[in-house]
C-alpha cells in the first residue's frame, strides 16, 4: 500500500495531538449553553459567533482526518505519469488517483468555508442542504459580528438552530486518535463526551422550530405590506392632485416598494408554508434562507421609508407648534 499523507515528506499538514484539543471544545460548548441560556439579545449573538466557530474547527478537523488517510502527492503524481503513458492501476489505486485533494485545493479549503463545505458534500459527512445551511449560517454569523446588521429576533432562533446542526456535526466525527490522559493537570476530555451537550435541554421539536421561523418570516412579510401600503397612499396621493411622482430619491423609493405588492401574497404563503416544514431542520432551513434571500434586498427601502414617516411627522408636529 502507498505511504499516506502524514508519512510524506511533501505533507503540507502539521497534525497536533494535545491533550487540551477537544477540552477547548468543551469549554465553548459550555459557554454556548451559558449564553444561550442569558435569553437577551446581547449573549444570542455571543452564542451564535461561538457556535460558528465550533462548527468551522470541527469540519476543519474532519477534513484533516480524511486528508490523513490518501496517498501522498508524491506518489499520486508518480501514478499518474505511469496511468498517462499506458500503464493501468487497478480498481482502486485509480479511483484514490482520481479521488485525491491536492495542494492547491487544500489551500482552498483552508481559506473559504464553502470550498471546506462542498469537499464534506463530496464525501458523504454533509448533505447538499445542511451545506447549504451551514454556508447560510456561516454568512449570518458575518451578519452579526462583522456587519452588526443581523435582526435581534433572529438570532435565538438562529442559535436554536445551529446547536442541532452543530450537535449532528459532533456526533458524526471520527478523529483518528485523541490523548486519553495527560501527563500534567491539565482536564482530558474525548470526543464522545462532547455529544449531545450542546442540546441538554434543549426542544428539539422541528414542529416547534417551524413555527419560529414561520413567525419571524410573517413578521417581516407584514412589515414590508404595510410599507405598500403607505406608499401606494402617498402615490395616489400624487395621483388624486393631477402631480407627477417627482423624480427624485422619495418618489423613486415609493415606487420601488409600491412595485413589491406583486409578490407580496406569494412571499405571505412561502412564510406560512415554513410552518409545515418539519421533516428535518434542513427542511424548515432552506425555505426560510430561500425566501430570507428574497426580503432582504426589499427591507431596507421599508426602513427607510419608517424613517421618513417618524421625519415628516416629527415636522408636522413642529409646524402646529409654531417651531
Request: hydrophobic share 40%; with cysteine.
Amino acid at each position: 500500500m502507498p505511504p499516506t499523507q502524514p508519512f510524506a515528506h511533501d505533507w503540507d499538514r502539521v497534525a497536533v495531538l494535545q491533550s487540551e484539543q477537544w477540552n477547548w471544545l468543551a469549554v465553548e460548548i459550555a459557554e454556548i449553553q451559558r449564553c444561550a441560556a442569558a435569553g437577551d439579545q446581547a449573549h444570542d449573538r455571543l452564542a451564535l459567533i461561538l457556535l460558528d466557530h465550533l462548527a468551522e474547527v470541527v469540519m476543519g478537523r474532519e477534513v484533516n482526518t480524511r486528508l490523513a488517510l490518501q496517498v501522498a502527492d508524491s506518489v499520486v503524481e508518480e501514478m499518474r505519469e505511469f496511468r498517462a503513458s499506458g500503464g493501468e492501476l487497478d480498481g482502486e489505486l485509480s479511483r484514490r488517483v482520481d479521488e485525491h485533494v491536492g495542494p492547491d485545493r487544500r489551500r482552498k479549503m483552508d481559506k473559504h468555508l464553502h470550498e471546506t463545505t462542498k469537499y464534506l458534500v463530496q464525501v458523504g459527512y454533509l448533505s447538499f442542504q445542511e451545506r447549504e445551511v451551514l454556508d447560510r449560517l456561516h454568512e449570518y454569523r458575518n451578519g452579526a459580528y462583522h456587519q452588526d446588521e443581523l435582526e435581534p429576533d433572529l438570532i435565538a432562533d438562529l442559535v436554536l438552530a445551529y446547536r442541532f446542526l452543530a450537535n449532528e456535526l459532533l456526533a458524526r466525527h471520527r478523529p483518528l486518535a485523541w490523548a486519553m490522559r495527560a501527563s500534567g493537570t491539565a482536564t482530558v476530555v474525548t470526543p464522545q463526551q462532547l455529544v449531545g451537550r450542546l442540546v441538554e435541554g434543549m426542544d428539539l421539536d422541528l414542529k416547534a422550530m417551524g413555527r419560529r421561523f414561520c413567525d419571524h418570516a410573517t413578521r417581516r412579510v407584514q412589515a414590508i405590506s404595510a410599507a405598500v401600503s403607505t406608499a401606494q397612499g402617498l402615490l395616489r396621493g400624487f395621483e388624486g392632485a393631477h402631480v407627477p411622482v417627482p423624480d427624485d430619491a422619495v418618489g423613486r423609493l415609493l415606487s420601488e416598494i409600491s412595485a413589491a405588492s406583486r409578490h407580496l401574497q406569494s412571499w405571505s404563503r412561502q412564510a406560512e408554508g415554513l410552518r409545515s416544514k418539519t421533516s428535518s431542520l434542513a427542511a424548515v432551513m432552506v425555505p426560510f434562507i430561500n425566501l430570507d434571500r428574497i426580503l432582504r434586498p426589499v427591507e431596507p427601502s421599508v426602513r427607510r421609508l419608517d424613517m421618513l414617516e417618524d421625519w415628516w411627522e416629527q415636522a408636522r408636529i413642529d409646524e402646529i407648534r409654531g417651531r
